[in-house]
């Protein structure tokens, strides 16, 4: 068998254990005649960007792996305050060309993260307390559908694209460039994580959830369970901190926490083009990995905080070969999340509360079930929670947010959660904008759009 063959200028690389193949990118035309090649022979495809995914959706399994990396080249206009970058793009690529120039937009918090997946899903990040979510800053894309041609995306042309793509952009076509609005940041910013033993827990959690209106957007943090590195080797309690001004302004303002005595404080002034380093070792490629999440309101109990250490402990305890888990809680202002309408645009998770993610990391297959199992009754414990914050008044009860972060949704159902549960009033029109934009579901592997996909002809396989 001859295993280079060539599809455009570049050749599909065969792995011969499963006769896949991996197609390395360089171009529009290389994307588009790959997906009618597989199309047309009934070829399972993926999108891979920066390969974060943990549902599956950027791999195949004998099938074809479109891989971007190769498509990475990220230009800032200075005078028009904005940033197009090529699909392939990482995070770490857009804060590096944007930081030249003295600017920055919202992007993730891990910055080997690629931009494509990110940003079709929504995207927080530490910014978002000033400037909202990455879609609310996205300007336009441009896209190869399932038909191979390309089109542009935006307010004024394709609009109703525009739209389901900002949220929901993964089930649509390849996004092979993204245009941002970017803002000034000459200064430095007050970045870096404390570390606390576990019997710190109230008081760290009294600041955060005061944190989040003090703030007026300046400031961020997150709150974490992991397990230190050997020697020490035993749960711990982190605090991610973030503050966009001033060294003194900062000091002041996270002053209750830096006089806890954090027994370990990487805390300093960094450009923020370096911000979305933080956590890069924490999320690294390899290994097995999930992810669930959900949402919480703050003020958060005390005693619920604490019983979900108690919850990673004895997970971790029980299963040693998760000591790379995490349990992260955003502390963000959601005030400028909040400015647009759940119904402005697919993505439908704004409201007055943040996001938590429960991200069990593992090694031996004999351990899936218990580790996702983790993360399920993790975010179960937060279901409940915020039910009953809605009973004794902390939150409305006609909340507007789903509650549910669609790019925080692992491999728990397949490629991903029914499309209601993320998407909620929302999920009609997008059924019709599938229909219209993609109506044999070549691009299955993201957020279920469909009530019955054994009616829809052609397309990709999902399991439900």
């Known amino acids: 068998m001859d295993t280079t063959p060539s599809v455009g200028s570049n050749p599909l690389r065969y792995n011969l254990g ?20 597989a199309q047309s022979h009934g070829i399972d495809f993926a999108i891979c960007g920066g390969g974060h995914s943990t549902s599956g959706a950027s791999s195949s399994l004998g099938g074809i792996v479109i891989d971007l990396s190769s498509m990475r080249s990220a230009h800032v206009d200075p005078w028009s305050r904005t940033i197009t970058a090529q699909g392939g793009c990482l995070w770490a690529d857009v804060d590096a060309a944007a930081g030249e120039h003295g600017l920055a937009t919202v992007g993730g918090t891990i910055n080997h993260t690629g931009i494509g997946g990110l940003t079709l899903g929504g995207g927080y990040g530490w910014l978002s307390g000033l400037y909202g979510l990455v879609i609310d800053n996205l300007i336009s894309v441009d896209m190869i559908l399932a038909d191979g041609c390309s089109v542009t995306a935006s307010a004024t042309e394709n609009e109703d694209l525009f739209w389901a793509i900002r949220g929901a952009g993964q089930s649509f076509g390849v996004a092979t460039s993204f245009t941002y609005r970017a803002f000034e940041q000459p200064n430095p910013v007050f970045a870096g994580t404390l570390v606390f033993t576990p019997d710190k827990i109230p008081q760290v959690l009294s600041f955060a959830n005061n944190s989040i209106e003090a703030g007026h957007g300046q400031s961020a943090c997150m709150l974490g369970f992991a397990v230190a590195p050997p020697p020490v080797s035993a749960p711990i309690f982190t605090c991610s901190l973030f503050f966009n001004g001033p060294e003194d302004q900062a000091k002041t303002f996270f002053k209750p926490l830096l006089d806890l005595e954090p027994i370990m404080n990487s805390v300093a002034m960094i450009p923020y083009s370096s911000v979305n380093g933080m956590f890069n070792k924490v999320a690294e490629h390899g290994g097995r990995k999930s992810t669930k999440g959900g949402a919480f309101a703050a003020p958060i109990r005390s005693e619920f905080l604490q019983s979900l ?63 996702r199992e983790w993360a399920r009754d993790i975010i179960a414990m937060v279901h409940k929670e915020m039910e009953a914050c809605k009973i004794d008044g902390r939150i409305s009860p006609k909340m507007e947010g789903v509650g549910t972060y669609g790019n925080y949704e692992g491999n728990d159902m397949g490629f991903g959660v029914k499309g209601r549960t993320v998407f909620g009033a929302n999920y009609e029109r997008l059924i019709e904008l599938k229909k219209k934009w993609d109506p044999k579901n070549a691009f299955s592997k993201g957020h279920l759009l469909a009530p019955q996909f054994d009616a829809w002809h052609g397309g990709n396989p999902v399991v439900v």
């Open 18 to 37: 499963i006769r896949g193949a991996i197609l390395l990118a360089s171009s529009s035309a290389d994307i588009s005649t790959t997906l009618l090649f």
């Open 309 to 371: 250490f108690e919850r990673f402990n004895s997970f971790v305890t029980e299963v040693p070969d998760a000591e790379k888990s995490l349990l992260l809680m955003e502390f963000f202002s959601p005030d400028k999340i909040c400015e647009a309408d759940n119904r402005a645009m697919a993505f439908a998770n704004r409201d007055y509360y943040n996001n938590i993610l429960a991200g069990p990391q593992w090694n031996d297959e004999a351990n899936d079930g218990k580790c």
